[in-house]
């Protein structure tokens, strides 16, 4: 400590060199002159006895306040002022300064006992050269009983008489010949008036004058008893705290809390929290936002020294309410702890608004409290309560440092338990909105799968599959790996995901859409480049993209640097096909892929897959592969059966990369659920065509479309003839829905236009998506095809109903 002796103005009397060490300014800069200098705060004081007012308003005697150092630097400090009297009631006032700058490492526990000091009263008893007191302050009388009357101009063995006043008057008498303001300390047991002993640490400063020479002696004296007690139960915090935060659970940290401070701290011990915090819904509460309407609370710990903890009205996990005028809303309001040494429980007080507690109170003589808001950088998370009910002492200043000392490490667990569990909500979420909810194989193929993330604790990662619907009853087959685990990898998987979809819809060949899709990988890449204050989400991909028709039987397939499919034919025979494996995705080497096409017998089964299924740290990819088949070769299973077969290995494991597996089983459809015809590119083909697909919907018993099947058909065929040169193929598709096709040899895809009221065309595609479910067209070898999709079970509704019966067939 450093001090400081300052008459009623505030000019500064006496000096120390521990002062000098803290603020850089000595005796002689300072001895004569204003502590405002040093103390900005006091500039605001006319007086001494006004500012301690202040002080006293804002933190009591002691409490954090800042120096300015002779360099310009501001220091942060604990200051502690005492009032001193001499002969004749003259008044002066000590300060004393501890820096409270101190290295992380002694923060916690020294931070605690510098305040646990704090708490404490001390003694002050200046000295002058010939060690006669010249100043006392009040609290000396109750450390050894001498009045201030008897101890002025008396010397410590005028008082005091053996060998302890000798030792103290001789420590006295080496600080003043020394001129040093290192403190020199001791423990001695010294009389009290109430003739107990008790332990005492006692400290002496010399203090200089404006010359540097010494004065006098300033004597500290402190009663450490309950700050001994304190320490004891600090180090005890110390060792309990590594316990707290052992998972990343709210409401068990909270539990956790109460376990711990019973029967440390108290008798009984609730916690709890903020609603939003367990549920990680809503924002946080801001202390010193209250309004009217207080938060919702849940309790999220619960321990007592009895058995089931009768004291709480309310389990686990149930909602708590809070009166308006308890100590808990008055926690919630300031943000302050709130200490209770003596709970009243007369009428008229807080309790007899709150039944509830009340009846609970005088049932378990509850006669102390303590209530400790639970916060984190001005974030209220709770509060815990703590109550003694057996334990007679009550609760004092000291055990309530304590419990926020205790409730503050706490807090820290929970804002770490808080923070993950929002996270992992999160994660979750947008897993699940990035990873298909439901495999939608039509009637081309039955479709299961497994995902298995290497983070298991949040429960993502950059792996993903889909089964996409196409036209003509086709399925487009993904299988996808982002380099990466976790949320970051994810986020990129979701972007990769959404841009296989809209070129999937784009109704590319494999090989196209991997080239596309390889150039949006480069350009997220390059973006995230640009940013150099974040780290690039997409850092590459493989994926294989494989298209299954089920009318041909035939699957086209490309990979960009991913593993082959396993192929299982209905005899279980297993095979890997010779898929040229490309580049992975945004490495930019600007070589083509390939596609390979294989017809698949009906009933064949395929395994599309990432590389964690078949590559581990035991295992090489090879053995991974004959694993996988083996498991696999077992036509009788069904699907579900087979991917739990498949992912049994990997059960329970931690994995460092993650696991996905896509197993699909192909059907075919029947030759009597589709026609075709071949036709002219001349105006007779339209008429043709009518007839003939309306004589098919009568076979199929679907001749509540006729009319819109045959106005479409007319529309489609009519901008074959116009805008193509060779043969024009009809062919119509019976499955989930109603496809018709018409194929070219115009390569240019149609488009829908906005027709004015005098245009003569334009209007053919518009009455043909008002009369459908969808449609769309798709480029093949040599030309294009148009499709559009009808309902099975639509003969007429409200998107047809714009056409008037006798309409004319308009033309595009």
């Known amino acids: 400590m450093a001090f400081a002796l300052l008459d009623e103005q505030g000019t500064v009397v006496a000096w ?63 200051l502690r002022i005492s009032m001193v009297q001499g002969r004749d009631g003259a008044v002066r006032w000590l300060a004393s300064v501890t820096d409270i700058g101190v290295p992380s490492g002694e923060a916690g526990s020294g931070s605690v006992r510098g305040s646990l000091l704090a708490c404490a009263p001390i003694g002050v008893v200046v000295r002058d050269l010939e060690l006669r007191c010249t100043w006392v302050n009040d609290v000396m009388e109750s450390h050894d009983g001498i009045s201030p009357g008897q101890r002025l101009g008396g010397r410590v063995t005028d008082a005091w008489s053996g060998a302890e006043a000798e030792t103290i008057e001789a420590v006295m008498r080496q600080v003043l010949q020394s001129g040093s303001t290192k403190v020199h300390e001791y423990r001695t047991w010294l009389p009290t008036s109430q ?113 089931g903890v009768p004291e709480s009205p309310w389990a686990r996990g149930e909602p708590v309410p809070v009166g308006p005028a308890s100590p808990i809303a008055d926690v919630l309001r300031t943000g302050r702890s709130r200490l209770e040494p003596f709970l009243d429980t007369a009428p008229g007080t807080w309790i007899d608004q709150d039944p509830v507690r009340a009846q609970k109170i005088r049932e378990s003589g509850m006669h102390s409290l303590m209530v400790v808001p639970i916060r984190v950088r001005r974030v209220l998370m709770g509060v815990a309560v703590f109550v003694r009910t057996e334990d007679p002492v009550p609760f004092q200043e000291v055990d309530l440092l304590l419990a926020e000392e205790f409730v503050s490490r706490a807090a820290v667990s929970l804002d770490n338990a808080r923070q993950y569990t929002r996270e992992q909500t999160a994660a979750l979420a947008l897993q699940r909105n990035l990873l298909p909810h439901r495999l939608r194989g039509g009637t081309a193929v039955e479709a299961a799968s497994r995902y298995l993330p290497a983070d298991i604790d949040r429960g993502v990662g950059g792996d993903w599959f889909d089964v996409i ?77 494989a298209v299954y028709d089920p009318v041909t039987r035939k699957c086209t397939m490309a990979a960009a640097g991913h593993p082959p499919p396993a192929i299982i034919d209905p005899q279980g025979q297993v095979t890997f096909p010779d898929l040229p494996t490309g580049a992975p995705l945004g490495i930019g080497l600007g070589i083509p892929f390939e596609a390979v096409e294989l017809e698949l017998p009906e009933g064949s089964l395929l395994a599309l897959y990432t590389d964690g299924l078949i590559e581990t740290r035991d295992h090489d990819i090879e053995e991974g592969m004959h694993r996988l088949g083996t498991a696999l070769a077992q036509p009788g299973r069904s699907l579900e059966d087979l991917c739990t077969r498949a992912l049994e290995p990997f059960q329970g494991r931690a994995e460092c990369d993650d696991v996905t597996l896509l197993l699909v089983r192909t059907r075919s459809l029947s030759p009597t659920r589709v026609a075709s015809w071949t036709l002219p590119s001349d105006p007779t083909a339209v008429r043709s065509a009518r007839k003939l697909a309306a004589r098919q919907l009568a076979e199929w018993g679907l001749e509540g479309l006729e009319d819109s099947m045959k106005l479409i058909v007319s529309e489609l065929v009519t901008n074959a003839v116009r805008h193509s040169t060779g043969p024009i193929v009809l062919r119509l598709i019976q499955h989930q829905v109603l496809t018709v096709e018409v194929s070219d040899t115009d390569v240019c895809s149609p488009r829908m236009r906005s027709a004015r009221t005098m245009d003569e065309n334009g209007r053919g595609l518009f009455l043909v998506a008002q009369l459908s479910r969808r449609w769309g067209s798709r480029s093949i070898p040599g030309g294009k095809v148009v499709w559009v999709e009808a309902d099975l079970a639509h003969t007429s509704g409200p998107r047809s109903s714009v056409l008037p019966v006798h309409a004319p067939r308009p033309s595009t």
């Open 16 to 78: 120390t060199q521990a002062a000098e060490r803290l603020v850089g300014y000595s005796a002689g800069d300072m001895v004569g002159r204003s502590a405002a200098l040093v103390l900005p705060s006091f500039g605001e004081a006319p007086t001494m006895s006004v500012f301690v007012e202040q002080c006293r308003a804002r933190n009591g005697w002691s409490g954090a306040s800042a120096v300015r150092h002779h360099d310009g630097r501001v220091l942060d400090i604990n």
């Open 195 to 307: 003739g107990q002993e008790h332990p005492f640490a006692a400290s002496f400063s010399c203090l200089q004058g404006a010359d540097g020479q010494a004065l006098g002696v300033c004597t500290i004296s402190v009663d450490v008893t309950e700050s001994r007690r304190a320490r004891e139960r600090l180090a005890i915090l110390s060792k309990i705290g590594t316990r707290l935060g052992r998972t990343l659970d709210v409401m068990q940290t909270g539990q956790e809390l109460a376990d711990l401070a019973v029967p440390l701290f108290a008798d009984f011990v609730a916690v709890d929290l903020e609603q939003s915090v367990p549920f990680c819904e809503g924002p946080l509460v801001r202390i010193g936002s209250m309004t009217e309407r207080l938060p919702v609370f849940r309790r999220a710990g619960l321990a007592s020294i009895r058995q």
């Open 469 to 545: 619907p196409l036209s003509g009853a086709r399925v487009a087959l993904v299988v996808g790996d982002v380099v990466g685990h976790g949320v970051n990898a994810a986020a990129t998987m979701g972007r990769l995901r959404t841009a296989v979809h809209t070129l999937a819809d784009m109704e590319l060949p494999p090989d196209e859409l991997l080239a596309r899709l390889d150039d949006t990988v480069q350009r997220l890449a390059e973006q995230d480049s640009d940013a150099p204050d974040q780290i690039p989400a997409v850092v590459g991909a493989t994926c294989l993209y």
